[in-house]
């Protein structure tokens, strides 16, 4: 039984998705059982490193997604139109979808999965998150046999290779994005990655897996790194820390089954794994009780790892159409539990005033006597114990002050730092960072 | 449909297991479907910290492979017998089987599976490699769509712990392995970790996994960490090293489709992301194409960890019971192939002789002119090319050099040291270890 493959897009990873399937030699025996049947473009005249039949080629997405020889659509347009109508037919017409849109799936998860499961079909996404890192398929099925209290992620390469350069070259942002830009690691217009937005829908998709609930993708709170100085990665470094963009879901209280759904600048202390994650690789840290902590790491992005992951998704498709008779019944009643998605609820989502975290700050004040004093008193007013103030340094005459605090409740913390911003001494607060 | 679980074996992985089936609440949805219906133990009067109704007990494990009730035999009591014995029942009596245990796996693998598809059974061992660290559903399934070139796992860990204690302490092993014997980290007799036997066990499954086709455990090259001196992990720290057992599996020729397969000592770059894997943890590199690296890392033991790896099958055989009805028949044509093993072949693995790889080699010398010279014209006549000739410093009267050498067959290496080890000037070798 040979399962006919549909690509809709054939760009780097969709070129990566088609030198796998074509040369299956070596690989999963499963790949034997595939045959890439059409492949949908934007020209068919432009000159291809991959080999295919011309006839293979179309520029038609819709002819793929409604032709009887294909059972599984891979969706590698990205963005969120046409690829959600182009996935939602082919649902309709009984097709498998595997796909590597972390936008579309963040955004209309719930319309595609109630689709998917009325018509007894497969949407499978390994390749969404984390590039080639397995990740999704453990999360779902081995690893949330724990009670997860927290996911931590390292999942946007661009953020995380200006970050690296920023810290190994002493540079500030606007340089490193504009040599990121030129090296192609950054798009031209570099929003989704550098505000966060990217990795807010990556950490949705694995917080729903690890907590077993829809998310809503408004609900993560969000904050770029456009604002990380060259002076705060400096600072950080002298007290024992690396600035990494962080996306984190976590269950605070058991009980409770709220979630705390974030992504923003955060300084990690040298000696945790996910600090020495560099450049465009991606790590994801899964903790759960009784487990302890799994990471999982690799490149995150790329042609190959990213194929790597689509043709993982494939493959489990064709095991169980391979062992699984009754699925290509479409009743609709036999999909694996495992890889079918059965989510029926929204997990609630705590707002960001009840997060409990250590901060970061830096003052710039007028350098006289007892200000580090004030500063204290107020915090403390306001239930904020400090771990360590440090005056370090003078600049452009004003005293430069770094704070850092125990784990305090974010409400606690803003409301001091009102209080702070209204003192004499008072110049600036330049920047304001969460601690892992 | 509730799913019967019959547990052999009740210890520390035993009951951690246990733990979480009696908890499902805030786990994997599919263990609302699990009950656990007989443990096996040797004794019915031992005070248990799991509460298991009484009548869940019993002392005869052939009642257990043989109860109507138990669908799923999860196999915990380790070693060859009777563990060998009881999974075949149990497969012959149309169970699934879980197990943990890396030695019956690697000795009777062939035996067991295939019995196992003959009768239309799983056996999985997620929990028999790196613990809680999901790695073999990934490396079987969704990594293997990879050409894969390379495993490498630090994956004993008792001897990572016996290292990381003898370089952060700058102690010697025998000093280390009675401290780790007495926090419980050793076994009183340590032969099967130290030796390398255990992590031999493991990369003989991952590799099996990871290049399809079944490995001659007798195969794996070993090499155990006794003779690693607290001298040689100073100087690695010098030259920028540091040390782990590695278990490596590796095929050098993708056309040939030879494993080479080793367990050894080695000096690892301290840039290396395996070198900051430290104390009881484990982590499994793999490479391939067009994947690049990625890493898996973890606890390697422990109750919690073990345990979760073990209700990470669990839930894996009730995801295919709950989808394929056609599986229950026992037709034994249906097994989905992610999850069964369909090796008929055993590899072909290279003699250690064929090796190529980076050398370190201390030695002890007469203090006379020309000895370095003489060093490095009986390596070149070998065509062993070096990489850098240090002499370290003076020991008994002796110099003492290190020599780290650059890509080069095993063979030539040896034969270069034998003619060394002929030459007045050399008074011994006290240590040869590999570099990655």
Same mark, same amino acid.
């Given at each position: 039984?040979?399962?006919?493959?549909?690509?809709?897009?054939l760009?780097?990873?969709?070129?990566?998705?088609?030198?796998?399937?074509?040369?299956?030699?070596?690989?999963?025996?499963?790949?034997?059982?595939?045959?890439?049947?059409?492949?949908?473009v934007?020209?068919?005249?432009?000159?291809?490193?991959?080999?295919?039949?011309?006839?293979?080629?179309?520029?038609?997405?819709?002819?793929?997604?409604?032709?009887?020889?294909?059972?599984?659509?891979?969706?590698?347009?990205?963005?969120?139109?046409?690829?959600?109508t182009?996935?939602?037919?082919?649902?309709?017409?009984?097709?498998?979808?595997?796909?590597?849109?972390?936008?579309?799936?963040?955004?209309?998860?719930?319309?595609?999965?109630?689709?998917?499961?009325?018509?007894?079909?497969?949407?499978?996404?390994?390749?969404?998150?984390?590039?080639?890192?397995?990740?999704?398929?453990?999360?779902?099925?081995?690893?949330?046999?724990?009670?997860?209290?927290?996911?931590?992620? =390292?999942?946007?390469?661009?953020?995380?290779?200006?970050?690296?350069?920023?810290?190994?070259?002493?540079?500030?942002?606007?340089?490193?994005?504009?040599?990121?830009?030129?090296?192609?690691?950054?798009?031209?217009?570099?929003?989704?990655?550098?505000?966060?937005?990217?990795?807010?829908?990556?950490?949705?998709?694995?917080?729903?897996?690890?907590?077993?609930?829809?998310?809503?993708?408004?609900?993560?709170?969000? !904050?770029?790194?456009?604002?990380?100085?060259?002076?705060?990665?400096?600072?950080?470094?002298?007290?024992?820390?690396? =600035?990494?963009?962080?996306?984190?879901?976590?269950?605070?209280?058991?009980?409770?089954?709220?979630?705390?759904?974030?992504?923003?600048?955060?300084?990690?202390?040298?000696?945790?794994?996910?600090?020495?994650?560099?450049?465009?690789?991606?790590? =994801?840290?899964?903790?759960?009780?009784?487990?302890?902590?799994?990471?999982?790491?690799?490149?995150?992005?790329?042609?190959?790892?990213?194929?790597?992951?689509?043709?993982s998704?494939i493959?489990?498709?064709?095991?169980?159409?391979?062992?699984d008779?009754?699925?290509?019944?479409?009743?609709?009643k036999?999909?694996?539990?495992?890889?079918?998605?059965?989510?029926?609820?929204?997990?609630?989502?705590?707002?960001?005033?009840?997060?409990?975290?250590?901060?970061?700050?830096?003052?710039?004040?007028?350098?006289?006597?007892?200000?580090?004093?004030?500063?204290?008193?107020?915090?403390?007013q306001?239930?904020?114990?400090? !771990?360590?103030?440090?005056?370090?340094?003078?600049?452009?005459?004003?005293?430069?002050?770094?704070?850092?605090?125990?784990?305090?409740?974010?409400?606690?913390?803003r409301?001091?730092?009102?209080?702070?911003?209204?003192?004499?001494?008072i110049?600036?607060?330049?920047?304001?960072?969460?601690?892992?």
């Amino acid at each position: 039984m040979a399962i006919g493959i549909g690509l809709l897009g054939l760009g780097t990873v969709g070129t990566g998705t088609a030198e796998i399937l074509l040369t299956p030699h070596g690989r999963h025996p499963l790949l034997g059982e595939v045959v890439l049947k059409k492949a949908g473009v934007r020209s068919l005249d432009k000159p291809r490193s991959v080999g295919l039949p011309q006839d293979c080629l179309t520029t038609d997405l819709n002819e793929i997604v409604n032709d009887p020889d294909v059972q599984i659509v891979v969706e590698l347009l990205g963005g969120l139109e046409p690829a959600r109508t182009l996935i939602l037919e082919a649902i309709a017409n009984g097709k498998h979808i595997v796909t590597a849109n972390k936008a579309v799936i963040a955004k209309f998860g719930e319309e595609i999965y109630t689709a998917a499961n009325k018509a007894g079909v497969y949407v499978l996404l390994e390749a969404a998150v984390g590039g080639g890192i397995p990740v999704i398929k453990p999360l779902k099925q081995s690893l949330s046999v724990n009670r997860i209290t927290r996911v931590i992620g =390292i999942i946007n390469g661009t953020t995380n290779y200006i970050l690296t350069q920023m810290t190994q070259n002493n540079a500030d942002f606007d340089t490193v994005l504009k040599d990121a830009q030129g090296l192609g690691y950054a798009e031209a217009d570099p929003t989704a990655d550098v505000d966060g937005g990217d990795a807010a829908d990556k950490i949705a998709i694995l917080a729903s897996l690890a907590f077993g609930g829809r998310i809503n993708r408004d609900d993560v709170y969000c !904050e770029g790194i456009r604002d990380v100085s060259a002076a705060d990665i400096s600072f950080a470094t002298k007290l024992g820390f690396v =600035i990494k963009l962080l996306a984190i879901a976590e269950r605070p209280d058991f009980e409770a089954d709220a979630l705390q759904l974030r992504v923003h600048p955060t300084l990690v202390p040298t000696s945790h794994p996910l600090a020495t994650v560099n450049g465009v690789f991606n790590a =994801i840290l899964v903790e759960g009780e009784p487990l302890g902590q799994v990471m999982l790491s690799g490149p995150g992005a790329g042609a190959g790892a990213t194929a790597s992951a689509v043709v993982s998704d494939i493959v489990h498709v064709v095991g169980v159409l391979h062992s699984d008779h009754t699925l290509q019944d479409q009743t609709g009643k036999s999909l694996n539990p495992l890889l079918g998605c059965s989510h029926e609820h929204y997990s609630t989502t705590l707002p960001i005033d009840t997060l409990k975290t250590r901060f970061y700050a830096r003052f710039l004040s007028q350098d006289l006597p007892g200000v580090i004093g004030d500063l204290g008193t107020c915090f403390g007013q306001h239930q904020v114990s400090l !771990e360590s103030v440090v005056q370090i340094g003078l600049k452009d005459d004003c005293a430069e002050i770094v704070v850092v605090t125990h784990d305090v409740y974010e409400a606690n913390f803003r409301e001091a730092l009102a209080e702070i911003q209204g003192l004499e001494a008072i110049k600036d607060v330049p920047s304001i960072l969460r601690v892992l």
